[in-house]
């Protein structure tokens, strides 16, 4: 293993490997990935649901996607790997007055800042997803470019792109310290030995506080178990001759959120993803499947998609989300300790701001201008009062 660094990134996710990528795309090669397990993109980016969308509540957010999108449009050719990148929509059902008022000021935001985004009614809701029960919808929004793809794919084609420009990667490597001198960063200790290094990246998803403390800084992120699971369609609604096509299920990838619940869904191969979060939720780092909490989401999922009723779970998992006080990301330096950086606590939708966010820090290490507002962003906010402008849509 190399003993000496430009950079070290800890964390072979989605957030690491756009890090690594970035850099060497601006001519900083000499860097080194350390994940500690056998394999990259095992941690929240292996489990998530792919979900891609430009409707977010906050301008900053909505900023991450135009460029993010845009990146996954271009990744077979820009990058060299196929991503399995579906833009059949993503379609938010509102069924309160006060969600409808929030949703009208937000699609005001999203279309100021260029994005096409449809006011739909509960009709219109149910063309886009068929099967839908549109009980109580008073209204709905639907973005076209929006859609679904393949957080693996994007992982291993960021990696292996920064890999063949010269970074190091290794797995099964362990960071078990920061070293820290006079308000420095000088390298990390791992399971394998010490690596010196004057910056050190930390993109370690849900682990982030654990590696903030290595280096004595305060990283306010939360891990919550969230699950997924795959429905079949059950033989009774199938005919061998044609699987999909007697299920009462939208044939298209469109993502469906029923917003006041979390109830979300898409097609996945030959089933149905579908998943919600909890209520009373509190940090674990717990990724058991609590198969007691699938009744309550099939309450709630059969009430919207009834074709569920008859399908049967063909398998399910849980990961763990990475939560910041104010629902948005933190990316950029390390209040306290010059050398180290940030890129954590995506509350959920990291996976689709990986191209934008890593592309953010590479520049601001590579000392070039980031070419947006890192306010939203910055460490220091929790200082000060973070949670005003935060993000509302964390599903
Ligand atoms: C159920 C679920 C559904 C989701 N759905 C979506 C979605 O639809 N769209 C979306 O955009 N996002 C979604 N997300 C969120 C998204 O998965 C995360 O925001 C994103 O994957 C975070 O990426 P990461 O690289 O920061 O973290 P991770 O993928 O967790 O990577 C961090 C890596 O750091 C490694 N690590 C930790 N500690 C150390 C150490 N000491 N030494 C070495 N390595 C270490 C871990 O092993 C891990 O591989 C979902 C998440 C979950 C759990």
């Known amino acids: 293993m190399k003993r000496t660094a430009e ?45 891609v969308r430009h409707q977010f509540s906050n301008a ?13 449009e271009r990744f077979a050719d820009e990058v060299g790997q196929a991503i399995d990148f579906h ?3 993503y379609l938010f059902l509102l069924s309160t007055d006060a969600s409808v008022d929030t949703f009208r000021r937000n699609v005001a935001l999203q279309r100021s800042l260029g994005v096409e ?10 063309k886009v997803a068929p099967g839908l029960r549109t009980d109580g919808i008073l209204g709905a929004t639907f973005c076209r470019r929006d859609g679904v793809a393949d957080p693996n794919g994007v992982t291993m084609g960021f990696a292996k792109a920064a890999q063949a420009a010269g970074a190091t990667i290794e797995r099964d490597v362990e960071v078990t310290g920061i070293r820290v001198s006079g308000g420095r960063v000088a390298g990390v200790e791992t399971s394998k030995g010490a690596i010196d290094a004057p910056i050190v990246v930390n993109a370690a998803g849900p682990y982030a506080k654990q590696i903030g403390r290595m280096a004595g800084v305060d990283v306010p992120v939360d891990p919550y178990r969230r699950h997924i699971f795959i429905a079949q369609a059950s033989q009774a609604s199938t005919s061998a001759a044609s699987t999909w096509s007697d299920w009462n ?18 097609r996945e191969g030959a089933g149905l993803l579908f998943g919600m979060g909890g209520k009373n939720e509190t940090p674990t780092f717990d990724t058991t499947v609590q198969w007691d909490f699938l009744p309550q989401v099939i309450d709630v999922a ?3 998609l009834p074709a569920l009723a008859d399908a049967s779970i063909s398998h399910a998992w849980a990961g763990l989300y990475e939560v910041t006080p104010d629902a948005n990301p933190i990316i950029g330096a390390a209040a306290g300790v010059d050398g180290f950086f940030l890129i954590n606590g995506f509350s959920g939708h990291g996976f689709q701001h990986s191209p934008a966010a890593g592309r ?8 070039r201008d980031p ?12 200082a000060t009062d973070g949670a005003a402008t935060g993000e509302k849509y964390m599903v």
Not at 60 to 72: C, K, R, V, Y
Not at 360 to 367: C, E, M, Q, R, Y
Not at 371 to 382: E, I, Q, V, Y
Request: net charge negative; proline share 2%; aromatic share 8%.
């Open 87 to 89: 833009q059949d929509g």
């Open 7 to 51: 950079v070290v990134i800890v964390g072979g996710g989605c957030m690491g490997a756009s890090v690594a990528y970035h850099l060497t795309r601006r001519g900083v090669t000499d860097v080194v990935l350390l994940e500690r397990e056998k394999l990259l993109a095992t941690g929240s980016t292996g489990r998530n649901a792919g979900g």
């Open 249 to 266: 299920v939208p044939s298209s990838r469109v993502l469906v959120i029923d917003f006041e619940t979390t109830f979300y869904f898409h």
């Open 117 to 126: 985004v449809d006011w739909l009614d509960a009709a219109g809701a149910a």
């Open 302 to 304: 059969v009430a919207r």
């Open 371 to 382: 070419k947006c507002d890192l306010t939203p962003f910055a460490h220091a906010r929790f």
């Open 60 to 72: 900053a957010n909505i900023t991450l996607s135009i460029e993010s999108i845009g990146l996954l």
């Open 360 to 367: 953010i820090l590479a520049d601001v290490i590579a000392g």
